[in-house]
């Protein structure tokens, strides 16, 4: 674990492989840390820069959440820091809301987008994220943890998997995840810009996702140009760690577009 001072905030990341082809930025997702993506930091960074950051009030990475943007905002100071000028992005459900933030807000920053059991919509409910955020000042992180267990994970899920997903979330900071709660109550619709997304683009839900189903996925994919839209089964809300050889392998054909992409540019300047 390394950590990286930005404005008013430390984040703590990993940051792990050699220098070739596009970085990787990975985005978790509420209520989890930066461990939620092990399997594909096992996987790619035997051959790219794979940087796996803590959100802010999250994991190891203490701060004040004053708005959506922060979040977005932080994964830019820390792509500065560590001198990355474009990488590809994956962010899965809250995560995958900021990774469309951060492109609406630096939109040179990413070379591709990864969007996993993401919604695009504005939030539906603003006086639930409140109250949300209430309850899990009021009670602490372990009984939301217990009630959402099964509809994160899918039964077929090894049994591994949802003891990692439930330590994740009991970890989390209560001030941390209210925090996040509050500034998704106001976080943006981007469904009406997808259109605009001109970077290679995967949208991956699983098919058991109750929380963001695959209808949300579907409408991102029918709106970003070219973009690839994969269902797995036997995943519900977290299909990187529940059925990550399907999961890994379409994060792998987006980074195998864009590699190529940028080779095509490099000999087109040439």
């Given at each position: ?123 539906p409910d603003r006086d639930q994220r409140l109250s949300m955020a209430g309850r899990l000042l009021d ?132």
């Open positions: 674990m390394r950590t990286i001072g930005l404005d008013r905030v430390t984040l703590a990341y990993d940051d792990a492989g050699p220098e070739r082809g596009t970085p990787l930025l990975l985005v978790h997702g509420h209520p989890f840390d930066r461990t939620m993506w092990r399997p594909q930091l096992e996987r790619f960074a035997a051959e790219r820069r794979v940087i796996v950051p803590d959100l802010r009030g999250y994991g190891a990475s203490p701060g004040a959440v004053d708005g959506w943007a922060d979040f977005a905002d932080d994964l830019v100071g820390l792509l500065d820091g560590l001198r990355v000028p474009r990488a590809v992005v994956a962010g899965l459900s809250m995560g995958g809301q900021i990774v469309l933030e951060l492109q609406r807000r630096h939109p040179g920053r990413v070379a591709g987008l990864l969007l996993a059991d993401t919604t695009a919509a504005g939030e009670e602490g992180m372990d009984p939301y943890s217990v009630e959402v267990l099964y509809r994160m994970v899918s039964p077929q899920a090894s049994g591994a998997v949802a003891d990692h997903v439930l330590a994740m979330m009991r970890a989390t900071d209560p001030v941390g995840a209210a925090a996040a709660q509050r500034a998704r109550a106001d976080r943006p619709d981007h469904l009406p810009r997808l259109g605009s997304v001109a970077v290679p683009t995967v949208v991956v839900v699983g098919a058991e996702d109750e929380f963001t189903p695959p209808a949300d996925a579907r409408a991102i994919a029918e709106r970003v140009p070219g973009a690839e839209l994969m269902v797995i089964d036997g995943a519900a809300h977290l299909p990187n760690l529940e059925q990550p050889d399907a999961f890994n392998g379409a994060l792998g054909r987006l980074l195998e577009r864009v590699d190529h992409s940028d080779d095509r540019s490099a000999i087109a300047g040439d």
